[in-house]
């Protein structure tokens, strides 16, 4: 088992940036692989961005590619994505995700590769 708390919401205006945080207790960390989520109301939930056990391996949506960066520290066991250039359809809420791998390239894709997830954090646009 892993508990996934996620942190770094909030009120961004249009343009801006936002750093996330998600923090894993139990299991060892680097045995899993992370990603992020997002959904609003009525919609299913859409990939944002993965990194695989150690890091060298990442994965962005095509909404994300050139305006997000992910990383993780495996002594910390955090992960850390960020999005820039925030545009008002980033309005969701994000959800940290851990998936039990045993490869150490796998990056995450799709929501039912996850084994655990966090409680999400709210994403909201100012503008």
């Known amino acids: 088992q892993v508990q996934l708390v996620e942190s770094g919401g909030g009120l961004v205006q249009a343009g801006g940036s936002l750093r996330l945080s998600c923090t894993a207790s139990g299991r060892a960390f680097s045995t899993y692989a992370m990603g992020w989520f997002r959904q609003v109301p009525g919609k299913e939930r859409e990939f944002v961005v993965a990194?695989?056990?150690?890091?060298?391996?990442?994965n962005y949506a095509d909404s994300m590619k050139g305006r997000a960066t992910i990383s993780r520290d495996n002594g910390k066991d955090t992960v850390f994505p960020q999005m820039n250039s925030l545009k008002p359809e980033d309005t969701a809420v994000y959800y940290c995700?851990?998936?039990?791998?045993?490869?150490?390239?796998?990056?995450?894709?799709?929501?039912?590769?996850?084994?655990?997830w966090g409680q999400g954090t709210q994403v909201d646009d100012s503008s």
């Open positions: 990194i695989s056990r150690t890091g060298e391996n990442k």
């Open positions: 995700t851990a998936a039990a791998v045993r490869t150490l390239s796998v990056v995450l894709t799709r929501a039912s590769q996850s084994n655990f």
